[in-house]
């Protein structure tokens, strides 16, 4: 047991680090030191950085250009990208899509999808929940009706991030309505999104920001070979997809940089007469978002490498516990970073960067995105399978209560 | 020792909360935020004709002599409905500056506009830089023939539209010194004033104030001269006992939707409320719920106590215990709806800021504990 990255992960840890400070464009990390969630014109850049240097498909096997990393590497890798903080790949494309085609798709499909996802020339999106099917998702009732050599698709989707950037919609579908098991009537189709009959529709969320959407498909028809998998099999691809956001599921990078802006930002603010980072009080809170930081680290890399020892084939239920404190620690820093702002973080400021206009400063530059952040991170326990539903996982597959 | 409501008590609610639930709908409120003011005027005008803006005033100024416990129903009720109008700046801050601290003649002439809805007013003590501090004040006031008012407020509630403005200056002493404060009255319009109006994150209305060579006369003076901070202080505490009661207002609309959704959601075959562990997750929430009103009322019976130390541990008891119920039953109440509850088009996560707002004005949970500890003997 060594609890110490080798020296050649440390070696690893401080390329990926050097990389990222030497190539990120300066304007993305300034805003994005700030709390400013990336524009997709700076995601798409940041990822065709990554990807010219061969490190986008960071967990793609080496004949798909994937870097030919181990599972620890992926995760030094991931943990750097995030807390630099750098624009996440597009998880869509290459945690989700990628490995799905790679294992379960036709050459042409492989040939036609990987280099453009890897690229992110097509932007995809994921289309599995709708109204009636969020956690219990294999009752989604979307339909795929074979028509000679398309199938023709009505139905809809919703909580589709990002639905209203994207090019391609990996979807789940009913193909067969009488399958004796619901889950034995599903399909995975491939949905140009400027196929005739596919409507967006934004939901604005409680942050204020247009990341959710609706999608309409009304005799949507898509060409059969957009097919992934045997029809009717889609639900063993669903569960490979959804085993696979594994690696890095619980995002500490970015409660790590939360972290570390508590105690840039209470610095400058007081309490009781001093600088709120001499209060003993909230030292003791940052303290224990360290401790937990420091525990889901370990716990990490335990995951990781028990998983690189199966041989990458047995998915861990102890990912469910990555899942429940990844996301309670991403909700409790994002807490505490609002906290430290206090009032000032209360206002919907309009201005963006007082440093980037001439007008005088509202607002101090810090205040903007604090309470957006905590707000949308009140999602991080919702999405990815809730954290309810994690625990019945942890029930069933360890407890057998 | 007595939890029972008079009749008069009883009256009150029920005409509130029949005109807010004529007037007040998600879909209504909704048209309200984007009025230019932020708020409905009309409405304004209805709280004037039903007595509720003279609620805590004194007879002989046209009020109705009401107490705390009024005002807390009221607020419970408006924080049900998320209610947008003035009120607490202008009745409850401003009210509490002016009963407290304005000359006889001072009262004579801006309480009968209050209760009639003609003048609205802001409470601007706080700013940027003093975060919760009280007494962080650089804002300061120098007497020549008149006063002279120069510097900056921060998140002033309903500052953007109020007619007058209730600033706190520095007349003596340096930051952070607790003499040396002293209040004024200042028309909204004076030269020199620079308002910058925004929304704060539950959709109320708010402002950065600056005052630049703003001349005051002599009697805009309100209170005594050099020593404001008892009266800062009084007005912060009813301020905190007001939105405690429109948190646990909040929390009561929260639970009831959250539980109406638990027994309607249908997965895996079943209403999601079937599952034990989300109904305890419920009963936790209602065990916040209880604990929350609890310090509320706390917070509203303190008003009255006379020894300052005493009300003002008791009262900051009380923001922690509200504080701590608010945050778990808001946060649940959005886990429980799930996706649905990260919309903006779903109610809950409107209460959700709104309580969110609140924890964050005079003094959050850090703040207050802290007070406490401070006082452990
Ligand atoms: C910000 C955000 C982004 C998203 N992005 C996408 C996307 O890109 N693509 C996509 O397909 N989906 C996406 N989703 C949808 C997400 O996967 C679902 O919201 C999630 O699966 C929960 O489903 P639901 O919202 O219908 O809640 P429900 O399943 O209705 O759950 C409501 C509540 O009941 C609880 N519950 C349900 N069943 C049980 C049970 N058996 N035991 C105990 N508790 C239970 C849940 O934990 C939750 O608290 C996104 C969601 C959010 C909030």
Redesign the pocket.
């Given at each position: 047991m060594d609890l110490q990255l080798a020296p050649e992960e440390v070696a690893f840890r401080d390329e990926v680090r050097t990389f990222i400070r030497d190539n990120l464009p300066p304007n993305t990390r300034d805003r994005m030191r700030l709390g400013y969630k990336p524009s997709k014109p700076e995601i798409i850049a940041w990822q065709r950085i990554l990807n010219a240097k061969g490190w986008a498909t960071f967990n793609w096997p080496r004949e798909y250009g994937g870097p030919g990393w181990s599972a620890i590497q992926r995760m030094i890798f991931l943990e750097e990208n995030l807390s630099a903080p750098a624009p996440e790949l597009l998880s869509?494309n290459i945690t989700m899509l990628g490995p799905v085609l790679i294992q379960f798709g036709t050459e042409e499909q492989k040939r036609r999808f990987l280099p453009r996802a890897a690229n992110l020339d097509d932007w995809w999106?994921?289309?599995?929940?709708e109204?009636g099917?969020?956690?219990?998702?294999a009752s989604l009732r979307t339909a795929a009706k074979r028509d000679g050599d398309h199938y023709v698709v009505n139905g809809q989707?919703?909580?589709?991030?990002?639905?209203h950037h994207a090019d391609w919609c990996f979807c789940l579908v009913r193909t067969n309505p009488q399958a004796p098991k619901r889950q034995e009537g599903i399909s995975f189709l491939l949905i140009d999104m400027k196929t005739p009959g596919v409507e967006v529709r934004p939901i604005i969320?409680i942050d204020g920001s247009h990341?959710?959407n609706e999608v309409f498909f009304t005799d949507v028809r898509v060409p059969a070979e957009n097919l992934v998998g045997e029809e009717n099999k889609g639900w063993s691809v669903a569960k490979y997809l959804l085993g696979n956001e594994r690696t890095g599921i619980a995002r500490l990078g970015i409660s790590k940089a939360a972290i570390r802006r508590t105690k840039e930002v209470a610095r400058e603010v007081r309490m009781n007469g001093r600088p709120l980072i001499e209060d003993k009080a909230f030292r003791i809170r940052v303290a224990q978002l360290e401790v937990e930081a420091k525990a889901l680290e370990i716990m990490q890399l335990r995951v990781v490498s028990a998983f690189e020892k199966s041989g990458g084939k047995k998915p861990d239920p102890l990912s469910s516990v990555l899942k429940i404190k990844g996301t309670e620690l991403l909700q409790n820093s994002s807490e505490l970073v609002m906290d430290v702002g206090g009032p000032q973080a209360m206002p919907v400021w309009q201005q963006e960067l007082a440093a980037l206009t001439n007008e005088p400063a509202l607002a101090p530059d810090w205040a903007a995105q604090m309470a957006p952040a905590y707000l949308?991170l009140r999602?991080a326990s919702?999405?990815?399978?809730?954290?309810?539903?994690q625990?019945?996982i942890l029930n069933k597959a360890v407890l057998e209560l | 020792m007595d939890f029972d409501l008079t009749e008069d008590q009883r009256l009150l609610t029920e005409s509130v909360v029949r005109l807010l639930g004529d007037t007040y709908s998600f879909e209504q409120r909704k048209q309200m935020l984007s009025l230019p003011n932020g708020y409905s005027e009309r409405l304004w005008r209805q709280y004037a004709e039903l007595g509720l803006l003279g609620l805590p005033f004194a007879e002989d100024f046209g009020g109705f002599g009401g107490g705390p416990v009024d005002v807390m129903l009221l607020m419970q009720a408006f924080g049900r409905h998320l209610v947008l109008e003035p009120y607490l700046a202008t009745v409850v801050l401003s009210g509490t500056a002016l009963r407290l601290a304005g000359s006889d003649a001072q009262q004579a002439e801006i309480i009968p506009a209050i209760v009639s809805g003609k003048t609205t007013l802001a409470f601007a003590h706080y700013e940027r830089q003093a975060r919760y501090d009280m007494t962080d004040v650089l804002t300061a006031a120098k007497h020549q023939d008149d006063w002279l008012l120069d510097g900056a407020k921060s998140v002033v509630l309903h500052g953007d539209t109020a007619d007058q403005l209730l600033v706190s200056a520095r007349t003596s002493g340096e930051r952070d010194d607790p003499q040396g404060l002293s209040l004024f009255m200042v028309d909204a319009s004076s030269p020199g004033i620079t308002r910058h109006g925004y929304a704060l994150r539950d959709g109320s209305r708010a402002a950065e104030i600056s005052f630049s060579s703003v001349h005051l006369p002599t009697e805009a003076l309100l209170g005594e001269q050099d020593n404001a901070l008892p009266v800062i202080e009084r007005v912060v505490q009813a301020g905190i006992a007001a939105t405690a009661a429109e948190v646990v207002g909040g929390m009561e609309t929260l639970q009831a939707m959250t539980l109406d959704y638990l027994r309607t959601?249908q997965?895996?075959g079943r209403p999601?409320g079937e599952?034990q562990?989300?109904q305890h997750r419920a009963a936790e929430m209602l065990v916040n719920l209880e604990q929350g009103r609890s310090m509320a009322m706390l917070a509203t019976m303190m008003l009255g106590e006379p020894d300052p130390a005493e009300r003002a541990r008791n009262i900051s008891l009380a923001k922690v215990g509200v504080g701590q119920a608010g945050r778990f039953v808001s946060q649940n109440a959005i886990?429980?709806?799930?996706?649905?509850g990260?919309t903006d088009e779903y109610a809950a996560g409107h209460f959700f800021r709104r309580i969110m707002v609140f924890e964050h004005l005079f003094g959050d949970i850090a703040y207050h504990l802290d007070k406490l500890a401070d006082d452990i003997d």
């Open positions: 869509f999106c994921q289309g599995f929940s109204p099917a969020g956690s219990d998702l989707k919703i909580w589709t991030s990002t639905a969320s990341h959710l949308m999602a919702i999405y990815g399978g809730t954290n309810e539903i625990k019945n | 959601r997965q895996f999601i599952n562990a989300l886990q429980l709806h799930g996706g649905i990260m």
